[in-house]
């Protein structure tokens, strides 16, 4: 099921912050790698070119193609390393520090928890719903059941106020349920200070008297003074104060100062300004948890491809990612399950092909996304109790079981059967998750549901033994040659080639089958055989939408305060992370990124970005071109063409040449980008480039999804913690609101024409 | 093929133009010579729905008995149905459709779908789109290749004769024709909005114009001359048809841009989009649910867009697909996997509807292909094949669907 777009029915809360990443996407066709590739290469600019790459050639091919794009200074880098030595550590992650990135990852505390404390602080969206309406809930005789509120104040407010919002936002149907559920609340908030400002009345006299344009219009809004006393306290009394508030009041908070919503603005910063990341977490969660968890998690992984210093592994974790691929809008669930799930597959993306295959399996997030959670054996326990009391969803789901061999394992090709999907699939009944529904849900083997006998799988027979037949099976397709063709073909399109010579792929398969799978060693056989090096893939790979857009703040040595822009614009270049809803995630080929559509965003984006109208992301373009002086980086030598602006511009544009593409421009290129009219393009472009594609949303009421401004889950500006106090801290803030205009508009707008280039495009 | 595909008119009488906006009585004036479907307006529109919709539960065959042993939580009941026929009757999330069966613009062609067995969405829709099924080395699809087959001088072409609603240009519309996939048309611009002298897009277009790497020169070029010809209709100030309102989501906004674009006399001939989220292996609901919102905004959108379409709909010809059924009996979660027979719709002016079309295989258990799916008795290519032949006039179906020996006597008799 390639290339299903839209996601349009995304349910509550998901939809508050990750609707815009997801919403409208088309992922697209063209897998095809057999039937696309042929043109690749002959059409390509490299048609007739044979003469072999120069050794600063080289360097700029491996920098290409096994990290996302070289930085200012990275080639001098591994030309001083030497080239094979440095592959050897790129292979090596552990062995490269990577204090940088994980600072940043500060930021991110909730990712780090594990999914029982997450589940304490974090509920879901359900949860929440059954807590909301109680009464109902006992009605459907779930009462038993229900979730206990945590004690600890935090947690407590963060969850009491998102019971109040799903009362107050749930429309009529809520209204109704509010009435009855109003005694129950009484009892429940007695202890809780008496309800200001008559917020109360006020807020029922809206109800009646306004037509609700959304959900979250139906919050009262808070007055002026109010927030702005608020925000006016040291940031520790400003937390306190907001965790010793009613959840009414709170609630009416975070919409004044928009938080969270998606919006830039002024009171929404500096509500959160100067908390430490937990508490920023904390109220923006307030509202929903998944404010917090799903953007963080587009957000550090798009952070970590930008700033690892362990390239070869993000490149290889992405790869993995998409093979393995989960959707994020699944349901309310899956985002939770990510964080865990980006780092089983990080752990072994350099290591065995079976471990990570395994790991995968054993996920909460492969169990929720291909449905095997709810497969069931007819004749397990568990399918015969169904079956006996008419129970309705207790069978058999191949979906699992057939993408494992069509995607993960053998390929589609590989030589298994319809009969073969079922069978594995009864293999793989009772491999699951603990408990559904509840945050902190683990992989569970559910004996229970497990089909009894033994299986015919692939002509081999799998004797009855609980989770083990599993184990035995995935084995078996870890391990079979059609896996090692399958995945080193994979390979080979994503790192030499989308049509890659035969004796590449079989050399790599060779290897796999002699290392039993080990990645490392197939990633070395590829890097040492000479197709990779081939004059006719040098510089021919279509960059995809995110190789294009890391490698753009790659090169730029761009700071990013939030990445959520960059993520948003992933979702208009038609590639958001975690965004493919088809489990054969996003091809590599170029056919697929290649249209009119994509161009136009493509060159809409680079200028945008180049110029500073991306906010949070900081381009300082006078830095880059100082930075590139000291680093040794060579000036690109041209002949001026004629008539050409001054001497400075031209000097700029040299060093912009080299930096960004780090050989020379086509003529053509070259001067368009110093035209003297250069620096009016940015100003049109930015009207052009929408973040994520226009997008209305229904439902939920959260009006966030389109237009340029809105963005981000913690309104943006975060300040790193080494700048966290004083007067720099104000002053970096008032000129982030005001817009950073570029340090150098000049040299922004020229490098904003090459990260648009022809040139650029490609890998 | 990128080579091939990339805007021809370079030499056309719209290149006179330069960067300022077509006239779009110009853009008419060429148009109105250069094709057989052009000059008659005729346009086919290909809708398709990804992740296998559960055509059994679409249009559902309410007379048999075993359909509702086989679907004991999912099926539809008998009086919930919209009765058509006394044995089939649409979905109740489908009532928009209701009226086009009525007027007789709606017809359905049931257990239709591929030869070929295979019941993996990525070979399924490929072999669909590419109208070759179990032949993977098919370059372009078969709508491209029914645009190909009338021989027309290329200085006429349009950029706009075959557009996609998305972010790339699909598989069904791949080929040696020019095809334009465009995610929204308001913003299907480089900085054009402005009307300042410097234009971006004539920098970038320079750039791209002269590129020696072949694909990007190619799909740059396209990109500009459609730039140009699309931003000449004013694509900002689009208004639906009095009374029309589109579903506000994904699959309503890209109809809705369809009918603007087919409104605004760019040349198109066939137009693309699709619907996703079709693949209900769990929890698919029966008349509430996944399936049946997914069914209310497919129907409604379509509804609107034949509405907004007026007096012109007579010339328009929607066919929808996906690439297979779903399995007869209802699986283990409530919800259904991958099978093989399905159902077509097809609605147009000059369609005669008010029918289902194709032999009824049964759903009795020894009826059932491979003992579990509804078994195909219609080549999804005699539907596809009628339709291209009859309203874009390509009579070579040789062409169009090689080796596929179909000949316009297989036709159903649809259009």
Not at chain 1, 377 to 389: D, E, I, P
Not at chain 1, 431 to 438: A, F, S, T, V
Not at chain 1, 564 to 572: E, G
Not at chain 2, 209 to 230: C, I
Request: glycine share 8%; with cysteine.
């Amino acid at each position: 099921m390639r290339r299903l777009n839209s996601l349009c029915h995304l349910r509550t809360d998901l939809a508050s912050v990750t609707a815009f990443a997801l919403c409208c996407v088309l992922i697209q066709p063209v897998g095809f790698a057999e039937i696309s590739a042929q043109h690749t290469t002959s059409l390509s600019q490299n048609e007739h070119r044979t003469r072999p790459l120069t050794q600063d050639e080289k360097v700029l091919h491996a920098l290409n193609r096994l990290t996302f794009g070289p930085r200012p200074g990275d080639e001098e880098k591994v030309k001083a390393i030497g080239l094979d030595k440095w592959f050897e550590q790129q292979l090596n992650p552990e062995s490269i520090s990577d204090a940088a990135l994980d600072e940043r990852l500060l930021e991110f505390p909730a990712l780090k928890m594990s999914p029982q404390e997450m589940a304490k602080r974090y509920p879901f969206n359900n949860t929440i719903k059954r807590l909301a309406f109680k009464n109902e809930d006992r009605k459907q005789g779930r009462y038993a059941q229900l979730p206990r509120i945590p004690g600890d104040p935090v947690s407590k407010a963060i969850w009491e106020t998102q019971i109040y919002r799903e009362r107050i936002t749930k429309g009529e149907k809520a209204e109704r349920a509010e009435k009855k559920a109003a005694k129950a609340e009484q009892s429940m908030n007695a202890a809780e200070p008496a309800m200001q400002d008559g917020m109360m009345q006020q807020q029922s006299q809206n109800a009646q008297q306004q037509q609700y344009r959304n959900a979250e219009d139906r919050i009262p809004t808070m007055s002026r003074q109010q927030v702005q006393e608020i925000v006016a306290l040291e940031p520790q009394d400003r937390f306190n104060r907001i965790i010793a508030m009613t959840p009414a009041e709170r609630l009416s908070l975070l919409r004044t100062a928009r938080v969270g919503n998606g919006t830039v603005n002024p009171i929404g910063m500096r509500l959160l300004q100067g908390f430490t990341p937990e508490q920023r977490e904390a109220v923006t969660a307030m509202y929903s948890s998944n404010r917090v968890i799903a953007p963080e998690v587009l957000e550090s992984r798009l952070l970590r491809d930008i700033y690892s210093e362990r390239q070869l592994e993000a490149v290889m974790t992405d790869f993995w990612l998409n093979h393995f691929n989960i959707y994020i809008g699944k349901n309310q669930y899956t985002p939770a399950t990510l964080p865990d799930y980006e780092r089983r597959i990080r752990k072994n993306a350099l290591g065995n092909f079976e471990t990570l295959l395994m790991a995968t399996a054993t996920s909460p997030a492969m169990m929720i996304y291909l449905d095997n959670y709810l497969s069931v054996g007819a004749h397990s326990k568990a399918g015969m109790r169904g079956a006996l009391y008419g129970g309705k969803n207790t069978g058999l789901n191949e979906n699992y079981g057939r993408e494992l061999m069509e995607l993960h394992t053998l390929g589609v090709n590989g030589g298994y059967s319809q009969r073969d999907v079922t069978e594995v699939s009864k293999v793989l009944t009772g491999w699951g998750i603990d408990r559904y529904g509840q945050r902190g849900s683990e992989f569970a083997f559910n004996e229970e549901r497990h089909e009894p006998g033994t299986k015919l799988v692939l002509g081999h027979i799998i004797q009855g033994g609980g989770e083990n037949e599993g184990r035995q099976v995935l084995h078996m397709l870890a391990t079979s040659p059609a896996t090692a063709r399958f995945i080193s073909k994979k390979l080979a399109v994503r790192f030499v080639s989308d049509d890659p010579p035969p004796s590449l792929v079989q050399h790599m398969a060779k290897t796999f089958m002699d290392t039993h799978g080990d990645i490392k060693s197939v990633l070395r056989t590829m890097f040492h055989d000479p197709a990779f090096w081939s004059p006719q893939v040098y510089r021919a790979k279509l960059k995809t939408p995110l190789e294009y857009v890391v490698s753009a703040v790659r090169v730029s040595g761009a700071d990013v305060d939030s990445a959520l822009p960059l993520t948003r614009s992933l979702a208009t270049l038609g590639m958001p992370l975690y965004g493919a809803q088809p489990p054969t995630g996003y091809y590599w080929t170029q056919e697929t990124w290649l249209s009119s559509a994509a161009l136009i965003s493509r060159m809409n984006f680079s200028l945008v970005f180049s110029t500073n109208r991306l906010p949070g992301v900081n381009v300082d373009w006078a830095r880059v071109l100082d930075g590139s002086q000291q680093a040794g980086v060579q000036p690109v030598a041209y002949e001026v063409p004629s008539g050409s602006a001054n001497p400075m511009q031209v000097q700029k544009e040299q060093k912009l040449e080299s930096i960004v593409l780090g050989f020379p421009a086509s003529d053509k290129t070259r001067r368009t980008v110093l035209s003297e009219e250069a620096e009016n393009f940015a100003t049109q472009a930015a009207r052009d480039f929408k973040l994520a594609p226009a997008n209305e949303e229904n439902g939920d009421g959260n009006s966030m999804m389109s237009g340029g401004e809105r963005l981000s889950n913690k309104g943006v500006f975060r300040e790193r913690k080494n700048n966290r106090q004083g007067a720099g801290r104000e002053a970096a803030m008032e000129a982030f609101l005001q817009r950073r205009k570029p340090t150098d508009p000049q040299a922004a707008n020229m490098a904003g024409l090459l990260l648009g280039s022809p040139e650029f495009q490609r890998r | 093929m990128a080579i091939t595909r990339r805007a021809v008119m370079k030499n056309g009488a719209m290149a006179l133009v330069g960067t300022s906006a077509i006239p779009s009585f110009l853009t008419r004036a060429v148009m109105a010579e250069a094709t057989t479907a052009a000059a008659n307006h005729k346009k086919l529109v290909v809708l398709f729905q990804r992740g296998a919709a559960d055509g059994l539960n679409i249009v559902v065959p309410h007379a048999e008995q075993n359909y509702y042993q086989m679907r004991p939580s999912i099926a539809i009941k008998q009086n919930e149905v919209i009765d058509l026929d006394g044995h089939f009757g649409l979905h109740p999330a489908l009532a928009p459709f209701k009226p086009l069966w009525d007027q007789g613009h709606l017809a359905i062609v049931h257990a239709c779908g591929s030869p070929d067995i295979t019941r993996s969405h990525f070979d399924a829709q490929d072999y669909m789109e590419s109208g070759t099924p179990g032949l993977k080395s098919t370059q372009d699809g078969w709508l491209n290749r029914a645009l190909q087959v009338e021989k027309i001088d290329p200085k006429l072409a349009t950029a706009f004769r075959a557009i996609a609603l998305g972010t790339q240009v699909p598989r069904t519309l791949a080929g040696s024709v020019p095809a334009i996939a465009i995610s929204n048309v308001n913003d299907f611009a480089v900085g054009a909005r402005q009307k300042n002298a410097a234009s971006v897009s004539s920098a970038f277009q320079e750039m791209y114009a002269e590129s020696g790497d072949a694909m990007l020169h190619g799909t740059g070029q396209e990109t500009f001359e459609a730039v140009k010809m699309l931003k000449a209709t004013d694509p900002a100030h689009y208004k639906p048809a009095e009374g029309v309102v589109y579903p506000n989501a994904d699959f309503g906004n890209k109809l809705k841009q369809v009918a603007q674009l087919l409104k605004a006399n760019l040349g198109v001939e066939a137009a693309f989009t699709d619907i996703g989220d079709w693949d209900t292996h769990q929890a698919q609901g029966s008349t509430q649910g996944r399936l049946s919102n997914r069914l209310k905004e497919f129907s409604e959108s379509i509804a609107a867009f034949w509405k907004d379409m007026g007096p012109e709909a007579e010339n328009i010809t929607i066919v929808t697909m996906s690439e297979f059924g779903r399995t007869a009996r209802q699986n283990g979660t409530g919800g259904t996997d991958h099978g093989h027979g399905n159902v077509m719709f097809v609605i147009g002016g000059k369609v005669k509807g008010g029918k289902v079309y194709g032999k009824w295989p049964g759903l009795a258990n020894e009826q059932l292909y491979e003992g579990r799916d509804l078994a195909v008795t219609t080549d999804f290519r005699q539907v596809l094949g009628e339709a291209a032949y009859k309203t874009l006039g390509a009579q070579n179906m040789e062409r169009v669907f090689p080796s596929g020996h179909i000949t316009p006597d297989k036709f159903l008799g649809i259009v």
